[in-house]
């Protein structure tokens, strides 16, 4: 069977067409965080796509050199175990204090575990073998030169050395010592050096941002190609610790995001099944998630959905601080229509519930939705504006009749 380019409407076979297109994947730095891009790259097994660039820097190196050797199984599962001091060398419960301290006494702590681990998990014959182009970043001491490489560029027996290189977050970690000269975290170049896969041919990058400590320059990206941006809207907790727990949860947000980003599933901050709600109330309902605290890890359907917030809508009213702790000039004027309103009594009703909890404020627009409703002073363009995710969480609150 042919089948047409939409673009150029000639004819070929599928494999004859995916050759005139390359995918990269680039992967910033983020220390722990890289959990979440882990998530990404089984997303993106899932759903059959094609990587044949990748570029790494810092902990994206790690996880570059695993898309490359391809088993996604296992990175994962190497995740769900790393801690702290399987990376470096402190304490199993160190801290950013504990970083500092190793500094002031030896320059930053070793990272003998990170080689152990990547002599063990990185095949660097595997990865040379491999079709998928593999480039790293890393920076020399003291100069500060920047050493974009890719694999064929890096001497034979020395991948794991330069991934170690380019994970070395100085001063928190010592620089890592290549042929006498010292090496350290590429971060301080580039923490999303996007414009490395243009030199293989880059016709779609995907890059996945950690938002960690680094140098980035969004501008760098606005000639990029087809570019898919993947960023987490959830802290991703702290770089420097590996925790088993956090790694699981992030490992999971990433992998519900590359999931929304290729429109499998929608959703902003919290995930649903496709087509749970239309747009509006797509919104509204995430609005409601995040307002009354429900669990992002999950992929909601309507059912669930509504099962979850009506349980913590309940325990909201039952909170002690939401026995209408609301302030006395935002309860009168909630009982007021919005004709002959001043500006300046509105304001104070708005500052007011924005001292409040949101949980509180988005009960009390909404009983006011519900009681006055076109003419409830929230559904004024000043109120909707001052309390925008409040407003449309009690919108959806009094359209699913939960109030």
């Not at 979850?308 to 609301?326: F, G, I, K, N, W």
């Not at 009168?332 to 509105?346: D, P, Q, T, V």
Request: proline content about 3%; charged content about 25%.
């Amino acid at each position: 069977m042919d089948y047409t380019n939409r673009k150029t409407g000639q004819q070929g076979r599928p494999a004859e067409r995916q050759k005139k297109r390359k995918t990269a994947l680039i992967l910033s730095g983020g220390g722990s965080r890289g959990a979440y891009q882990c998530g990404v790259w089984q997303a993106m097994t899932e759903l059959g796509m094609d990587i044949d660039i990748v570029v790494g820097v810092s902990v994206g190196a790690i996880n570059g050199a695993m898309v490359v050797q391809g088993d996604v199984i296992k990175t994962a599962n190497l995740w769900r175990q790393m801690e702290t001091n399987m990376i470096f060398d402190v304490a199993t419960d160190a801290g950013i204090a504990d970083f500092a301290a190793e500094f002031l006494k030896g320059g930053g702590a070793g990272s003998t575990g990170l080689q152990s681990m990547l002599s063990q998990y990185v095949d660097e014959e595997a990865v040379r073998r491999s079709p998928i182009d593999f480039g790293l970043l890393t920076v020399e001491l003291p100069s500060m030169k920047p050493h974009y490489l890719w694999k064929e560029e890096i001497p034979a027996g020395q991948l794991c050395d330069y991934i170690t290189a380019s994970a070395s977050a100085f001063p928190a970690v010592k620089p890592f010592d290549i042929e006498g000269k010292d090496f350290i975290d590429g971060g301080y170049e580039n923490n999303l050096p996007a414009a490395m896969a243009l030199e293989k041919g880059a016709t779609d990058v995907v890059c996945v941002y950690l938002d960690a400590i680094g140098r980035f320059r969004p501008s760098s990206l606005k000639d990029i190609p087809n570019l898919t941006f993947i960023e987490s809207k959830w802290d991703l907790g702290d770089f420097l610790v590996f925790d088993r727990a956090n790694s699981k949860r992030i490992l999971r947000l990433g992998y519900l995001d590359a999931m929304k980003t290729f429109g499998v599933f929608d959703g902003t901050r919290y995930t649903f099944a496709k087509g749970t709600f239309d747009k509006r109330t797509l919104s509204q309902a995430d609005c409601a998630a995040h307002i009354f605290c429900l669990d992002p890890l999950i992929l909601y359907r309507r059912q669930s959905y509504l099962e979850a917030l009506t349980d913590a809508v309940a325990a909201a009213r039952e909170e002690d601080a939401l026995q209408l702790a609301l302030p006395k000039t935002a309860s009168e004027l909630g009982s007021l229509a919005k004709a002959g309103l001043s500006k300046a009594s509105l304001s104070a009703a708005v500052d007011q519930l924005k001292s409040a909890s949101k949980k509180a404020a988005a009960l009390f627009i909404a009983d006011s939705l519900r009681e006055k409703g076109s003419e409830s002073i929230f559904l004024t363009r000043y109120a909707r504006r001052l309390l925008q995710d409040e407003v449309a969480a009690a919108d959806l609150l009094v359209k699913l009749g939960l109030v």
